[in-house]
């Protein structure tokens, strides 16, 4: 068995249904790019399904529909039954009565999409001083030319873009907690005072809303995006959180006094 991956690395995302689930209805042999369960609501819905390498489409089509496609399995779902696609395998779904199936994709990021999210990171974060100057610029033989001393100058001026494993670690733990834009928080009706906080705590489990994302790797911490650099009981606790979605009323006088990484959760 291979090894389970934390759910925080995926997209999840599910189709509803759709008029293909007429009798007779479907889109068409196509394959996906990332793991689908097809979960069947009601009805009747066959799939036939085959792992292959040919995976070339038809051109000119909204839709990636494959030109070729032979069965090797078919599999006909009724409500309740769940059938799982690795990546690229190709499948062709055909309703046999009025149905409709949900399709739950967990998809992983890409490496381009890994690439990016870097690129951005880098964007925002590092500071590179200087400007772009050329005192011994000559009159060019060709206006429209490249300069060879602008292209080295910005050669030596990229090459000072460095990063290391902490970088990695930030750019890492923000893209995966970063709340996508169907994402939306509704803004607090009040504030709480740390003194509210705590008893507010001392009395009742803090609970994580089901829309954040938290995560952490040693001692930082990923809330939606931002990232915390914690150490101690605050640490502790919000690594507890992260695991557990919840923390056990905590008596005061068993509170750390430094709550700022649990604070600016409520």
Known sequence: MGKRRPINSYRIFVSFPTPDATPGGGVG???DHYDVFLLQGYGIRRWEIAKTSDLAVRPNQSLKLLQRFKAQQSWDLEAGDMLYLPPLWAHHGVALTECFTYSIGFRAPTHQEWVNAMLDYLRDELQVTGAYTDPDLTRPS???????PLIQQVHRITQKIQWGKKEV???VGRYLSEPKATVYFDGATQSLSLQKFTRRWSEQSLRLDRRTQLLFYQSRCFI???VLSLSGNDLALLIQLADDKRLRPQPK???PKALTGI????
């Not at 604070?263 to 409520?266: F, K, N, V």
Request: a negative charge.
């Open 253 to 255: 006088n068993k509170q």
């Open 142 to 148: 060709h206006p429209a030319k490249l300069p060879e």
């Open 169 to 171: 670690v930030d750019m």
């Open 29 to 31: 042999p196509h394959f």
């Open 224 to 226: 939606n995006g931002e």
């Open 263 to 266: 604070t600016c959760l409520a």
